[in-house]
């Protein structure tokens, strides 16, 4: 049996970028976290920060300094969304909203990280996680 336990981010700061991460998802950091590792938990999996010394940020959309990841948050709301990700430390990098308020827009994290806010036309968050709409 195979189960993804976490989904692990090289940082120079673990528990800055753990901070960050913690404000934009609402979730706190785990008990225990430090210099070296920090974590927060999704249930089963845990978004963990590990300090890496001679960490080199990516340069989305670069690909001599390639992304390595990038994460995805699906929003209600995403302009209300977008100014708080961007009081925290975030910054707006590309802009793909079609006309109708669907789409996506990339930003970086503090340290470089590019991230989505998602908006998805019908899309129904539960407590299980999204229902996606039926194409016909």
């Not at 008990?31 to 920090?38: L, R, T």
């Not at 959309?61 to 995403?78: A, G, T």
Request: hydrophobic share 35%; net charge negative.
């Amino acid at each position: 049996m195979l189960r993804l336990t976490d989904f692990i981010i090289d940082c120079p700061d673990t528990m800055k970028l753990a901070a960050f991460y913690s404000e934009v998802t609402g979730r706190p950091i785990k008990e225990g976290s430090d210099e070296d590792w920090a974590g927060i938990k999704f249930g089963e999996i845990e978004l963990a920060f590990i300090r890496v010394d001679d960490y080199r940020a990516p340069q989305w959309p670069d690909s001599e300094h390639p992304k390595q990841f990038h994460l995805d948050f699906e929003v209600d709301e995403i302009e209300s969304e977008q100014r708080r990700v961007l009081d925290l430390g975030a910054t707006l990098k590309q802009d793909f909203i079609g006309p109708e308020g669907y789409g996506w827009r990339v930003y970086t994290d503090p340290i470089g990280h590019p991230f989505c806010l998602c908006r998805n036309k019908g899309v129904i968050w539960t407590d299980q996680g999204p229902i996606w709409p039926k194409h016909d």
